[in-house]
């Protein structure tokens, strides 16, 4: 199972918004809408901060967006904060009942 | 609390063995799917197992299908997962995490991971 792709990194000032995709196929961001996304600062457990394509657990600041087009899935954050400097991860469950994760997006906030 | 402690990592010689263990406190294991999922040192993370609420259904990552076993046991609201014939490429910090209660789910309490060494 190929993992999913999504650019290394990116950047951008505070205040400003920024978009990280995260590609797959039919046979996994395509055929479920079961995307997820997690925030993981240096040394730290993963935090779910989008699940299910659109869905932000409680707590999780709404400037932070899910969403999705074919095969290809998106995390939003607006407004960017310092505090958002980190990196970040997509997954989606596949059609072989296992589960996938992208490389990870490493965002820096200039 | 809801909460999940890892243990049992450590080093092991190649074709070693290592079980590590999850206990599960805040709430009841067996009404979730569990997970263990695994991040080697200074890269992504990988999916490794997953086990369904009722324990009947176990599903692996082709990696490590066969030398990997992920098991509960209810009366101690614990998970496990057995590592057998390890490889240095399963050097990583070992996650176990919750998921959803009827479906994979979104993975919403992590552990704080336990490390696992594959080194002669």
């Known amino acids: 199972q190929s993992a999913l792709t999504q650019p290394a990194s990116v950047s951008g000032s505070p205040g400003q918004s920024i978009t990280i995709s995260c590609t797959g196929t039919?046979?996994?961001?395509?055929?479920?809408?079961?995307v997820s996304w997690y925030q993981q600062h240096p040394g730290k457990a993963p935090k779910l901060m989008i699940y299910d394509v659109t869905n932000r657990p409680s707590g999780v600041s709404n400037r932070f967006s899910g969403s999705k087009s074919g095969n290809t899935a998106s995390l939003t954050i607006s407004g960017l904060q310092a505090e958002d400097e980190s990196n970040y991860y997509c997954s989606s469950y596949t059609t072989r009942s296992t589960v996938v994760f992208g490389g990870g997006t490493k965002l820096t906030v200039l | 609390e809801v909460q999940l402690v890892e243990s049992g990592g450590g080093l092991v010689q190649p074709g070693g063995s290592l079980r590590l263990s999850c206990a599960a406190s805040?709430?009841?294991?067996?009404?979730?799917?569990m997970h263990w999922v695994r991040q080697a040192p200074g890269k992504g993370l990988m999916w490794v197992s997953h086990v369904n609420s009722d324990g009947s259904t176990t599903t692996y990552a082709d990696s490590v299908k066969g030398r990997f076993t992920i098991s509960g046991d209810n009366a101690k609201n614990t998970l496990f997962l057995q590592m057998n014939s390890l490889r240095a490429e399963d050097t990583a910090v070992y996650y176990c995490?919750?998921?959803?209660?009827?479906?994979?789910?979104?993975?919403?309490?992590w552990g704080q991971g336990t490390m696992v060494t594959v080194s002669s």
């Open positions: 039919s046979s996994d961001v395509g055929g479920y809408n079961y």
């Open positions: 995490v919750r998921g959803g209660r009827h479906t994979s789910g979104a993975f919403d309490i």
């Open positions: 805040g709430f009841t294991l067996s009404s979730y799917w």
